[in-house]
């Protein structure tokens, strides 16, 4: 009786997958991603497979010009797979794509001209906080990596950050969240950590420039009921009250909510604009209601809808909508001047290449920092430094040399104090016209 | 009339005078008060009319889906006991098969129209066979469990579809054109401030449609008297011949073709994910408890009262809160109100 039950249980398991597996077929057609992206992935996968398959032998079969030169290690932890996939997978392509031009290069050539090979070694972190903080020991204690690029989403990273601490590894997170390079109990900068993407605050500073430029003093806050969406709120109430902007009304939604009694509540509330704090779906949903409900409203969002699902899922609704972006999106229309704007290119062309067209995103950008800080730390290491050297080593070098330093994310100055390095300059307003993002600085204001 | 019927009748008329006024105007009461607390809350906020009329029209919105799911819930609790929990995953596969369907690329040269009529039909079908292996696979074979056991089976069931849809779409939300327009962009209409989409009109209609075939079916089929049969007594049913197992396959195949028509009219005005079944899954269990569970136009008035009070609630105080309305009524009505609202009327409602 119980084994049938537990074949009727297999089968239908089976019949479902099966079911789906071929209603996703006919997906792929629409979508052509998911199957070129696994090229980089199974590559990514064999490397610590080949290291765990000969781990003391690594040294001597390092395809190095010099033998016996050290073999530097990059351990990274990304949301490969999980509700983070969709952040996660352009930055496993990305470090993959750092990791195949370091091995054509033979590695990285230190200070006394010793070409030292660079393993870099991608593990997945499944979105989840406590597989994150497992690879990050297995890469800390067993791979005894030089330098972390680790986490993707906030909650990732803030798992990692007491092991990478206390065994004294320099870690570079990709996630949001200010609390991972600062402690919020002590108010210090957390010594061992850094990370490259930009903040809220920096979204607010734009969107209280530009509110200011049109003459609004009163907006509605509307922000997704979530760690993000509550940080977008704290960062705007601060900074919108520094340039004289009330928020008359500010609430929640939900990520999946179908009806929007919040706007409701907006026409009542009397304010000039609407303040979005949100990511998609929700952020294109409530974008949508605002718009039908009052077509004239100007709708503000920040840089988490600076990619193309926002546009998507309501292409009329967000047409005209204003908000800071990294400048990766709008990298061809940036003035000549600007010294991110070949880094940001030569990036795009070199991403492209590699994943066979995938479109960048601003996350792959922010695991190129991570990478490239640990890359060229490594470089300035003297041969013949034991482990615990190097890692304090690379520590320093990026604290201390990282100066108005032009990445993708922006240009970072990096000091003892602040472990990111960037103003809110490193954003560029843009405005969604004809259903993209085109850049839309100060000088084109009215 | 039927034997239960006589009984309430009976009891209400042994139910002393005094005690029935007493307890309507307690109820009148309750009802002044809350009206007047929301009343008080929306001049806070400046809200005329037009504001609460637009929160009513978009909570009725709401409301009927949850009506949808709740028949959902009362067709499969009537006939065999079970609380459905894996409800809601049906909602999500309508909604998430239609839209699969409606992008697959060997319909990419029909028309729009067309080619969203037979998405949603071919969605509407597969999920009514996913009901149907559903209670093959998993109820059927435990048929002889307590039925703690089977609804602890159900909720394993909607975990597992969450789980394979995540796997097949991703955690990306989809789009499916507005039915009116055939386009994202759906047609609104305007009175002052107060919109409604023609999406809206559509789920109205179309859960109204529903309604009237299942009407239909139940009271004018042979199969539909089976299942009322089987929902009044199982013994004496399977005495005459109706196999409850049959039944009971029934019963879940159109509850899984209400839940996926639910999301499936459902899906232009929102963005299904893979996880959209949860939430819509308890609230239409709040819906049928509201209506008692055993009662479908209870069930269906119970979710239209729900999507009011939560819209209208929200509205007045703050949206962030929204889901408090729903849980609160849930557990006031199984504390105080077990029989559901609408309980007492049960022999005028009863179709």
Known sequence: MKRTRLFWLVALLAVLALALSACAQGQQGAQPAPAQEEQPAEQAAEQPAQEAAEPPAAEEAAPAQEPGATVYKIGVVVAITGPGSGLGVPERNTAAMIAAQLEEQGGVTGPDGVVHPVEVIILDSESNPDTAAAAASRLINEEQ?????AGTLSGNSLAMVPLATEAGVPMISMASAQSIIVDPDTGETREWIFKTPQTNEHSARWQAEYLQNLGITQVCHL??????????????????????????????????????????????????????????????????????????????HGHGVCNKQFIDLAPDAVEGTVLPCGKLLVAEQLPEEDPQKPVLLQYIQDYTAFTDGEPVSTFGGHAWDAMMWSVEALASLEEGMDLAARRAAVRDYIENSIQDWPGISGIFTITPEDHLGLDYKALVMTRIQDGWYTYYGPELWE | MSVDAEVQQFLRKRRPAHQARGQQIAWAGVTLAL???????????????????????????????????????????????????????????????????????????????????????????????????????????????????????????????????????????????????????DRTFRLGTVIVKAQSFWIWGVTGVTMAVLYYFFEHTMWGRALRACSVNRLAARLMGIRPDRMSMLAFGLAAAMGAIGGIVLAPATRPVYDMGLSLGLKGFVAAIMGGLVNPPAAVVGGILLGIIENVGAGVTRAGIKDIFSFIILIWVLLFRPQGLFGRQQTVEKV
């Open chain 1, 223 to 300: 922000y997704e009921n979530s760690g993000y969406g509550q940080d977008t709120l704290n960062q705007a109430t601060q900074v919108f009250g520094e340039f004289g902007i009330e928020i008359v009304y500010s609430d929640t939604f939900e990520r999946k909510d179908t009806e929007f009694p919040q706007v409701v509540s907006v026409q009542g509330a009397g304010c000039e604009a609407v303040v979005v704090g949100a990511i998609p779906p929700g952020a294109s949903m409530v974008t949508a209601a605002i718009k039908d409900a009052m077509p004239d409203m100007l709708v503000i």
């Open chain 2, 35 to 185: 009206l007047a607390a929301i009343l008080y809350l929306g001049s806070q906020k400046n809200f005329g009319p037009l504001q609460y009329a637009q929160l009513v029209l978009d909570g009725l919105r709401g409301g009927t889906i949850y009506a949808l799911i709740a028949l959902g819930f009362v067709t499969v609790f009537n006939v065999t006991g079970i609380i459905n929990f894996a409800q809601g995953g049906f909602v999500m596969l309508g909604a998430m098969l239609a839209v699969t369907i409606n992008d697959w690329g060997a319909l990419a040269q029909w028309s729009p129209g067309p080619r969203l009529a037979a998405a949603v039909l071919a969605a509407v079908l597969a999920t009514t066979l996913i009901g149907v292996l559903v209670e093959r696979l998993t109820i059927y074979p435990a048929r002889n469990a307590e039925p703690l056991t089977l609804i602890i089976i159900t909720v394993g069931v909607y975990i597992v579809m969450q789980g394979v849809a995540l796997i097949v779409w991703g955690t990306d939300a989809y789009s499916l054109p507005a039915f009116t327009t055939l386009a994202m962009r």
């Open chain 1, 145 to 149: 990596v030089d330098v972390l690029v």
